[in-house]
């Protein structure tokens, strides 16, 4: 029997492994780690908002970031979590701390999240969903992106 996509296989082998970025371990790469996260729903979400208890932070890239963000959001792109984790806490003063980012499953959020909980920020969430799902809610972004 022939395996169709065994020419894949020597560049399998040689992809080199690499390191967890700055800031992120091993068990904030872990799925079943991250799937544990506490996440906040997008209903949940707008009504923090609209009572104005939580810091909002985008975790993507900021040129992303300057493409389209929830208003208000702060930029603090992921491998600058951990450097920027005790000013976020404080900046919060004892506010929620909602991160978001466009990943199908919150991936970049949730490594976000565990980052703030190392650093003490106990009720730190991710936003189910993300931007994509803030946007298709129905949410008007700031920044480059306009809503079709």
């Known amino acids: 029997m022939t395996r169709p996509f065994a020419f894949l296989l020597p560049l399998l082998v040689s992809v080199p492994m690499v390191s967890p970025p700055i800031g992120l371990d091993e068990g904030d790469q872990d799925p079943v780690a991250l799937a544990g996260v506490a996440r906040v729903s997008q209903i949940e979400f707008a009504a923090l908002r609209a009572s104005g208890r939580l810091v909002v932070v985008d975790v993507r890239q900021r040129a992303t970031w300057r493409k389209g963000h929830i208003p208000g959001a702060l930029s603090v792109p992921l491998q600058s979590v951990e450097a920027e984790a ?4 404080a900046a919060a003063a004892g506010r ?16 976000a999240v ?9 009720t730190a969430a991710a936003l189910a969903g993300g931007f994509d799902a803030w946007v298709a809610a129905g949410g008007r972004p700031a920044g480059g992106l306009s809503r079709q």
């Open 96 to 111: 929620r701390i909602v991160t978001y980012c466009s990943c199908s499953a919150e991936q970049t959020s949730a490594r």
């Open 114 to 122: 565990t980052i703030l909980a190392r650093h003490g920020a106990a």
């Open 86 to 89: 005790d000013a976020l806490i």
